[in-house]
């Protein structure tokens, strides 16, 4: 029995969990599409934890490699040292990446991702003697971490505001959800090309000689699904291309099969220079992330002059043995199981069933792409989030996760998920909508 007591010391900085100390739902067990709860009760993930846990729980291919690893090499110094397992995840997770995606930078997390992506966008523009591109542009509504880089180039105003200027020389494309346009709109909604050619507003504000980087999430998830409209990643590309700008697609969740394709960029045909992941790249078990690079960016700093190349970067537990070695039982299990696109099979399933929720009161959108949907609820008036939140409790209490963000309800379950616990999620999460919440 868990007491307020037991949970006194751990600082959960996240405002929606202030309720929690005095309600604890504690997880003490997972396997496959279930957690089971300190109450002894099982719970369909809905969410592949926080969109990472894409070949579901405890799953024996990465659980054996964490154990066999940690017996045997338990860390190596990445500075002048290293150890077989990160170079050979390295060249398995550019195998499945996009052509020309050549190496990877390691990171510990999605944030540090992001941080890592944004430093070599602006020293490969040092480096190619493009010395004034010192601008970077986000999008509003973009989530890119908690980090100082991240929070800048991100769009959501609350979680800036405390800290100031942050990085400096930062602008922001708009957001791509346009309700009208996008009611229970199924994949991607029209008009993608007109909202790309905001970024030519931008860049005839500032000048291209002084941009480095555009940084997008492909489906921008955290807040809240919205789905690039048709074209818009495209016109993004061509008009980075145009103006020597680098794409960043920030893949931290869209990457590792979430769409039906290993990466977005493939998904949906366009090409980034850079690309951002962590989550799926372990399964969620253990933190580690990874920056991919065309050789283009690559080749620049290992064969440019060398007073130019001065790029110190790296973090202690970069391409750690143990994170390695989960990495490639992950790996294994989505290849073993086709799991890097199975969402593409079950799509048009998972489209259906999530749209015949058009139903229950107070929806007010819905919207999918691959193996993610999103339901968005008419808030209650003056008491914004409680909705979604009143929506989460009861899921929870009746077997099932689910993740709010504002008044949207996000789904994003394991790529492992089967029909039948496809039709056990929406029939649970009908349940909850009808009942008045
Ligand atoms: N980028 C994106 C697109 C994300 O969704 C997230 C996390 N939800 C992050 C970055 C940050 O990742 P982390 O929480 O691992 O730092």
New binding site residues.
């Given amino acids: 029995n868990t007491t307020p007591n037991d949970l006194r010391a751990f600082w959960m900085p996240f405002t929606a969990n202030r309720q929690f100390k005095k309600e604890p739902r504690l997880f003490v067990g997972a396997k496959d599409m279930y957690y089971t709860t300190h109450d002894g009760r099982q719970v369909l993930d809905g969410t592949a934890g ?2 990472c846990v894409n070949a579901g729980h405890c799953r024996p291919k990465i659980t054996e490699a964490i154990r066999e690893q940690a017996g045997e090499l338990d860390y190596a110094p990445a500075f002048q040292l290293g150890h077989p397992k990160a170079f050979e995840l390295a060249n398995r997770l550019v195998d499945i990446a996009p052509d020309g995606m050549s190496h990877v930078f390691y990171t510990n ?3 540090e991702s ?1 941080d890592t992506a944004l430093k070599i966008a602006l020293a490969y523009q040092r480096v190619k003697g493009e010395g004034t591109r010192f601008r970077l542009i986000g999008r509003e509504r973009g ?4 980090n100082f880089g ?1 929070m800048s180039v991100g769009g959501i105003v609350g979680n800036r505001k405390m800290f100031g200027t942050l990085l400096t020389g930062v602008d922001h494309l708009p957001h791509t959800h346009q309700p009208a346009k996008n009611a229970f709109t199924k994949g991607q909604p029209e008009h993608g090309v007109e909202l790309a050619d905001e970024l030519e507003r931008i860049v005839a504000l500032h000048d291209a000689s002084t941009i480095a980087a555009v940084i997008v ?1 492909p489906v921008a ?2 807040t809240g699904v919205l789905i690039p409209p048709k074209g818009y990643l495209q016109r993004l590309r061509e008009i980075c291309t145009k103006h020597g700008i680098l794409l960043i697609f ?1 893949e ?2 869209t990457g590792f099969g979430r769409l039906g394709a290993p990466f977005a960029a493939q998904y949906f045909d366009v090409k980034p220079d850079i690309i ?1 992941t ?2 799926g790249l372990t399964n969620g078990v253990i933190p580690m992330g990874a920056v991919f690079v065309t050789s283009e960016i690559h080749d620049a700093f290992m064969t440019g002059p060398e007073h130019l190349i001065e790029f110190a970067h790296g973090y202690t537990y970069s391409g750690n043995p143990i994170a390695s070695a989960a990495g490639l039982g992950t790996l294994d299990t989505y290849k073993e199981e086709g799991l890097l696109t199975r969402a593409s099979e079950l799509a048009p399933y998972w489209e259906e069933q999530l749209h015949s929720l058009r139903d229950c009161p107070n929806v007010i959108d819905i919207r999918n792409i691959g193996l993610i949907g999103a339901i968005e609820l008419q808030p209650i008036a003056g008491e914004p989030t409680k909705r979604a939140f009143n929506a989460f409790l009861q899921a929870y209490n009746d077997g099932l996760l689910i993740r709010t963000t504002g008044d949207i309800i996000a789904l994003s379950p394991p790529l492992i998920i089967t029909r039948d616990q496809i039709d056990e999620l929406f029939a649970k999460l009908r349940k909850v909508l009808m009942n008045n919440i």
């Fill in positions: 926080l969109w997390s999605g944030s992001v989530y890119h971490g908690i991240g999430e998830g955290s920030d931290v969740i951002t962590a989550k």
